[in-house]
């Protein structure tokens, strides 16, 4: 029997953030696409993959949102996950084949000594990147070489840790529970092998749920299911304007004629701090202009909304 196929939608402009919380078993860019039929929008993109096995938050860009998602690639993550101790698999996770089982000593999970692990693990460390890993050796991701059975070098890569807690689990004398706040490009999985090793007992990662990133939190984030419930102009509601990237960032208002000239791509003159990074508004309407850094009282663009894109927003988001 085959599947029904999937109804055509038609595409439109939609501008803004979804928070996402992706299931496990899914595929960040399935999620993505998942979203984007739902909504109907001509163009998404994520800030960031999430591997398969691991669920929670995933901001999902839409329209000009797209142009500001390396802001958040680069911002810092939080994820909750599950050690299974005593035993190491190919890929450092669930889903990798076994290749050693070893006995672990409870006198190693104590709270005390759970706590010197960590901070072991605390700060400025470096990892090596698993082979089952989408990060590229001369053009080719390194799971390529892992699924043709190669070995390739790697090396290793300097990442922060800024907060790590290990807790037993009650009654699972084999599973920890870890909680970490870390730097763009920290491998969790590689984490996990590498506690293990160091309580000698070995690891791999069990579960992983990712509960923020940046600013942005797992808990402002819809289920794919509860968003398919949704009628079409709730669905918009759920968006958040772009500018949500760009948090925390410092800004600067143009009234209608600086604007005007600031989206041609013309420097602007002021009285600004130096600032490597300012998101850049229009005053009246409000609305997001684009990005900038400040120099010696030179406004600089740096990545620019379209004006067809700052009134499609507008529209959208007083339609919602």
Do not use: N
């Not at 070489?145 to 807790?167: C, Q, S």
């Amino acid at each position: 029997m085959t599947a029904e196929p999937r109804a055509r939608v038609p595409r439109r402009p939609v501008h803004g953030v979804l928070l996402l919380d992706k299931p496990a078993g899914m595929s960040a860019q399935a999620a993505v696409s998942k979203v984007k039929w739902l909504l109907g929008a001509e163009k998404a993109g994520h800030t960031g993959t999430l591997d398969p096995l691991a669920s929670g938050l995933l901001p999902v860009c839409l329209g000009a949102a797209t142009k500001f998602a390396q802001v958040q690639l680069d911002a810092d993550k939080v994820y909750e996950a599950t050690l299974r101790l005593g035993v190491r698999t190919r890929t450092g996770d669930a889903e990798g084949e076994v290749v050693a089982t070893a006995a672990v000593d409870p006198a190693l999970l104590t709270p005390a000594q759970l706590h010197l692990v960590a901070q072991r693990f605390t700060g400025t460390i470096e990892q090596v990147p698993p082979l089952h890993s989408a990060l590229k050796k001369d053009g080719k991701p390194l799971y390529a070489y892992a699924r043709a059975g190669l070995e390739v070098e790697r090396a290793p890569r300097a990442v922060t840790i800024h907060a790590l807690t290990l807790t037993a689990v009650p009654d699972d004398p084999t599973a920890l529970h870890l909680h970490v706040r870390c730097s763009k490009g920290t491998y969790v999985r590689t984490l996990a092998e590498d506690i293990g090793q160091a309580l000698g007992c070995g690891a791999h990662l069990a579960a992983l749920r990712r509960l923020a990133t940046g600013p942005l939190q797992l808990a402002q984030a819809v289920a794919i299911e509860a968003l398919e419930a949704l009628a079409p102009p709730e669905r918009l509601r759920l968006l958040r304007p772009p500018e949500v990237l760009l948090h925390g960032w410092p800004e600067v208002v143009l009234d209608e004629a600086e604007a005007g000239r600031f989206l041609t791509g013309l420097r602007r003159r002021g009285r600004w701090p130096d600032a490597a990074h300012v998101a850049v508004f229009g005053a009246r309407p409000r609305a997001l202009l684009g990005t900038a850094r400040c120099v010696g009282g030179e406004l600089i663009p740096i990545r620019l909304l379209a004006p067809t894109e700052i009134a499609q927003w507008l529209t959208q988001s007083t339609a919602s």
